[in-house]
């Protein structure tokens, strides 16, 4: 007789009428059954025990009536210090309201400390984190995954089947999410991974890979370059990655403009750049060098009336990184960015700009700015944080500067900006009162600012001027900073 029928018929019909034999018991219990029932003098009472017994038993898989369960072996032990109660507290509190920027800078140092997530509490982060429904579902994997700790990695390799997925027995959604939070997270192991099904994904999906890319990194340059010079590359592919690979100064590609640009560039006795005339051939067509300007070059209209050689030297000195013309000319970085300012490499005009982000060049971006006076808006989020902090004293924030998060690059948000330019860059916003007024922009300046802002806003907010947008933002500010004042 099976035993889920003796309970029930137990508790239907009551244990005076319906007497439960000790045998209809597991023979592995009858000697502790026995043992229950005799030392009671009521029968319901020994019986409930017994049966308090056995699901106790059951629950904690200690010995399994069913065949089919599988027993675990215990989880290690965890050597790593907890996460302290007044630190989970944020945590659970930032996790509760969706504070997706606050959040990933505690952790990523509360990692530093190499603290852990106490056992009662992984559950909870494990299902918050690895939730499909959540926006930032990939990332926050990336960063919680050291606190989950020895027990925590135990768990979701042994009981969680649903979320334990490896990148070759992933969907193509869920790859391409893993891929954006790897670049985002700045992990240089994201083309690694790419590599692994890149033969087998559609034409489509490695597509949707490359729009990704934000910047080419030191460690994505080998992947590029075999996938562009693999002859089963499709053209469309094979575009698209020849357009990354103009981004970064030491590709094949890069290297050939500098070539051809140093072979018919010169100095004139004016100190002007000049050009000596050359041929359109098929192989500069190939890459990128012809006569031919669309919208996409993103050029002024009189562009497309110059000559088909104009055309095609407009390209070339766009195409080349600071290196070239710190060799070209002879001089230092200071020295190289002042000559181009005043004699630019082209006489219809040198889009620094569009160099500068092409190539993601801090360096020459803080020298561009600092010859013209101005801090550009468009070129604040190439900059490095010592970059414009040694930027700031030499120059004025450009009159259509908006501080939203346009100024800081999606794999950047969490590095810290440096004291001078933290100061300044709050005072501008008193005082413009150019601002985007939402919640993330507020995040982000709580996470990146320097402690020497901090007197900045509390000197304002305390002054009881200013329009009830701006205290109301900076407030925003100084609370959210207020919460991190341990960490940051």
Known sequence: MEFNSIILKATLIGTSRQKVSVSDFPEFMRSDVQILLDSTHNYEDGFLKS????????????????????????????TASYIPDKDIRLLKYLKDNKLFLLILKVIALIVKYQLVLPPIYLVEFIDWAFNEKNKYSYQLRLAIWPLLGTRGKWFVSNCRPDIN??????????????????????????????????NTDSEQNKLRFLSVFISVRDEDLDFLENVYADVDTSAEVRMAVFKLLRRHKNSSIVKRYCSILGSIASIDGRNHISFDNFELTPELEQIGINDVVTKEDGYPDFVSKLSSTEIAVLKLVHSVPLDFWRSFTGLDTEGAVGFLTKNPAFRYGFDFTKVIRLFGDSEWAAQHCRCVGVLMPELVSVMSAQDLDDTIDYVEFDKHFVVDSSICR???????????FSDALVRYIIKSRSFDNSDIVAQMLAVKLDKAADVVIECFLSSNSGNDTLISFLKKVAGYRNMLRMYI
């Open 51 to 78: 049966l308090a017994m056995m699901c106790t038993l059951d629950n904690s898989a200690a010995a399994p009536i069913r065949n089919d369960i599988t027993i675990l072996q215990a989880s290690p032990k965890e």
């Open 165 to 198: 997925i490896g990148w070759k027995n992933a969907s193509f959604e869920q790859r391409l999410k893993m891929f954006v939070a790897m670049r985002k997270s700045g992990s240089a192991l994201a083309c690694s991974r790419l590599a692994i099904t890149w």
């Open 410 to 420: 999606r794999d950047d948000m969490l590095q810290p900006w440096e004291r001078i």
